[in-house]
């Protein structure tokens, strides 16, 4: 018998630059420092269940994540949020802890889409708004991630200037996932970016 939950988590600054696989061992670390009973994978090398939503591109800090934990015994949110508190490392915050009941939609079901606020250094407003509006209407925009190529502007579905520069909301489907870094250098501002950061994931 195992026990899920959901724990809503914030990231910024240091945390910002590491992997998801780098995320998640510091996760597995907190947990065990927090005496957690964690539920562990069958096999040779038996790993923690944990889940995170969707992985958070390397250089973007994330306001509410979302990471799936499997325990062996029946804590309580509460007990699960307490024994976290001052277990993890200063750059990462606990929101909020869910239980979940046995056959809830796992934690990347439904999810379909990413909001993400960009800090941009010096650029005027009316230029933001101005490469927003052109980037919009483009029938198509070529990109090329690793060596495959794809069309970038099926996967933005908003896109607006903001007071700290540029919001975007993008796909966040299996196989169809926009990346932040990627739109803000088809506007051109990639040498502009102070800061990345995913605001929410959107689930239908």
């Not at 439904?110 to 005027?124: E, F, I, N, T």
Request: aromatic share 8%.
């Amino acid at each position: 018998m195992s026990y899920r939950f959901r724990i809503t988590f914030a990231t910024q600054r240091s945390l910002s630059f590491v992997s998801v696989l780098d995320l998640g061992r510091v996760w597995e670390r907190s947990l065990r420092r927090a005496g957690v009973p964690l539920k562990y994978s069958q096999g040779f090398n038996p790993r923690p269940k944990l889940q995170f939503a969707l992985p958070l591109p390397v250089g973007c800090a994330g306001a509410a994540e979302w990471l799936e934990v499997w325990l062996e015994e029946d804590w309580s949110p509460e007990d699960l949020a307490q024994a976290l508190r001052g277990q993890t490392p200063e750059d990462l915050a606990v929101l909020a802890v869910e239980a979940l009941a046995a056959d809830a939609p796992g934690v990347s079901e439904g999810l379909w889409a990413a909001d993400y606020r960009v800090w941009l250094q010096s650029v005027p407003p009316e230029d933001v708004a101005a490469r927003c509006a052109a980037l919009l209407v483009a029938e198509s925009l070529p990109r090329v991630r690793g060596e495959k190529a794809y069309d970038l502007r099926p996967l933005i579905l908003e896109l607006a200037p903001c007071p700290e520069g540029v919001w975007m909301r993008l796909s966040a489907r299996p196989g169809a996932t926009g990346r932040p870094d990627e739109v803000i250098a088809a506007l051109g501002f990639a040498d502009q970016v102070q800061r990345y950061v995913r605001e929410r994931l959107v689930k239908a």
